[in-house]
């Protein structure tokens, strides 16, 4: 294992549930590997590092490696916020390292902008902001620095998405007409901190994960959103905070076609999946029509254990999802992680990789780069995935106004407005 400062350093901002589940055993793997430096975790405060670092199943598949916690467990109160100690953090990392983003959703603007201005590289999880303008802030400050931004939409890395972009894009499915899409996360988020920021005024169920499907939706047909309406159901979290706890959106693309988004926080804890999950899209060829249909739940597994997993939601009777991340016990005394979430980290990251290895110092030569990687469009860029923030701004102006259809001007200086 090398962690040594000669490889790039990451340090991840935001230490909940993403960050342990996702991005921190893809970071330890690529650690591991020699691909990447030393690991440092900032959090709004001590109490969520304190679990990462104590994490049975991460010390099992990472045996012996660590990351530096910022606010240290060991010398500050676990419920002491430092809001702006990541910036110390990330300041002092060398330049032109990786920085992590995985703050609230209304947070990640703010955290974006510090680092490219720290002249960092990033990747964020979706999305990469909530708004149109902010994007192409960030687009521009980076590409001035010669910086990458990859937005973390891991669906695009499921193979199926792969498949169905390859075999959409050589016209055997036809065009895209009208589909379907649903994200149902279970009931038991309502529990954990989304109560505390996923409210009504921040964000809602479509914004939140139906960004998923409709970047999915983008990545196979290369298609444009052209309007979007949205209905929301308002419930209160455990903690009396409010939030649109189920949404309907209803987009429509440039060539005329419509996708229906159905998001909640509400798949029955009992139920077997993790969520539930999957899209429909029709479309019309020459001469009949085609079809591409994923459920993305149900992969074809099933398991009933002795007994349910202690976590939330772990249940008897299961259907696991082999696909999205797992750690599997390959022979060499850790564990690894496999699957569309893990793949999805670690291509962005080599792609960061590859632009510092391949561009260097050289600014114009880094920039040259970036542009490739926009126009390739596998990774989502803050330069070419802008697409996601006018839907999310059309998304939060149509919900705002009573599910009245708001839609997304392009040209000089796209915009949204009601119809
Ligand atoms: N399917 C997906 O792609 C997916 C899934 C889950 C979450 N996410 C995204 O990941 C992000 C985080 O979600 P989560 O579920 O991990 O949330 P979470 O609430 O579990 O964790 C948020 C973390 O941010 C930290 N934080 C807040 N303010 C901070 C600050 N000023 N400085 C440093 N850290 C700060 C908190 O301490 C906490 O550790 C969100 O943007 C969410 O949309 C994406």
Redesign the pocket.
Known sequence: MASDSSRPAVAV???????GMQLLPTIYHMQRQGAIGEIAI????AA?LKALAEDKTLRSAFPGQSFTPHPDPAKVAPEENL????REVVAAMPKRSIVVV????Q??YEVVGFALQQDQHILT???LVLSYTQAVELEKLAYDRGLAIGV???KRFDYRSVMARRQYRAGRLGSFRAGQAHLVEPYYYRH???QN?CTCENSDMFT??GC?YVDLVHFITGLLPSSVSLYGVVEKYPNGNEGYLWTDGRVTWENGAFLSVLNGMGYPDAGPGGNSQGITMFCDGPADGCLIRHSDQYRGVVHSYTEAAPEAGETVYAEPNPDYFRLLDLGDGGLTPVGYGHRSVEFIINTILRVEAEGGDDLAKRRGLLKKIDQAGIVATAANSSYNELVIEAGRMSLANGGKEAVIEYGDKPHVHLR
């Open positions: 901002v935001g230490g909940g549930m993403i960050t900032c959090a709004l405060n969520p809001p702006d100690l990541y995985a703050v609230p959703d947070l990640h999880v979706k999305p973390e939409y891991h954990s901190n989304f920021w939140y994960v998923h």
